[in-house]
Antibody
């Protein structure tokens, strides 16, 4: 069965950095685009970043562009999110999510059929 | 950016009754609309995509309809495990955006 397990969350000061990981199993990781989606405490869902199955293209929400970097290691079945210049408004549970379609294009890449349990990132002094 | 507006914010329903949740897009998203269910402390779960196609393993009591700017999620007979927050999401235009959620609570 599909499993996504995030790690790397914690408390960091404003301006600091953190690297999240998402270990994937139960599917052919190298065939699917992957996403990060976040949820601030008590709030709704916000898409953060997407990486294509082969890492060839990456897309970011305007709110994190230039500060966050999504990457993947298909040999390790692992997705990453490097977060720099963190702000208080980045405080959230960060979920990794699998795209429903392999080798997708356009909007079809943005349906999330499996999610990890999430890891909490708190940005506070 | 397309704004997704869900109504009502909270829906109080008795077990066994029907629940109807609405989602409106600020411009047409064709049928590129998904619904997710989220229970407290859990990750979201995909229910519906393509406005009306149930995801794998989703019970038939969940159904989606609509196209363009108006969409509906219907739960035909609420079970105890269905009390949760439901989010709609458009993926027709970049960036993908979510509604603010509808909480379905026990009446």
């Amino acid at each position: 069965q599909v499993q996504l397990v995030e790690s790397g969350g914690g408390v960091v000061q404003p301006g600091g950095s953190l690297r999240l990981s998402c270990a994937a199993s139960g599917f052919t990781f190298s065939s699917y685009g992957m996403h990060w989606v976040r949820q601030a405490p008590g709030k709704g869902l916000e898409w953060v970043a997407f990486i294509r199955y082969d890492g060839s293209n990456k897309y970011y929400a305007d709110s994190v562009k230039g500060r966050f970097t999504i990457s993947r290691d298909n040999s390790k079945n692992t997705l990453y999110l490097q977060m720099n210049s963190l702000r208080a408004e980045d405080t959230a549970v960060y979920y990794c999510a699998k795209g429903r379609l392999g080798y997708c294009s356009g909007g079809s890449c943005y349906v999330f059929d499996y999610w990890g349990q999430g890891t909490l990132v708190t940005v506070s002094s | 950016e397309i704004v997704m507006t869900q109504s009502p914010a909270t829906l109080s329903v008795s077990p066994g009754e029907r629940a109807t949740l609405s989602c409106r897009a600020s411009q047409s998203v064709s049928s590129n609309l998904a619904w997710y269910q989220q229970k407290p402390g859990q990750a979201p779960r995909l229910l519906i995509y393509g406005a009306s196609t149930r995801a794998t393993g989703i019970p038939a009591r969940f159904s989606g309809s609509g196209s363009g700017t108006e969409f509906t999620l219907t739960i035909s007979s609420l079970q105890s495990e269905d009390f949760a927050v439901y989010y709609c999401q458009q993926y027709n235009n970049w960036p993908t955006t979510f509604g603010q959620g509808t909480k379905v609570e026990i009446k």
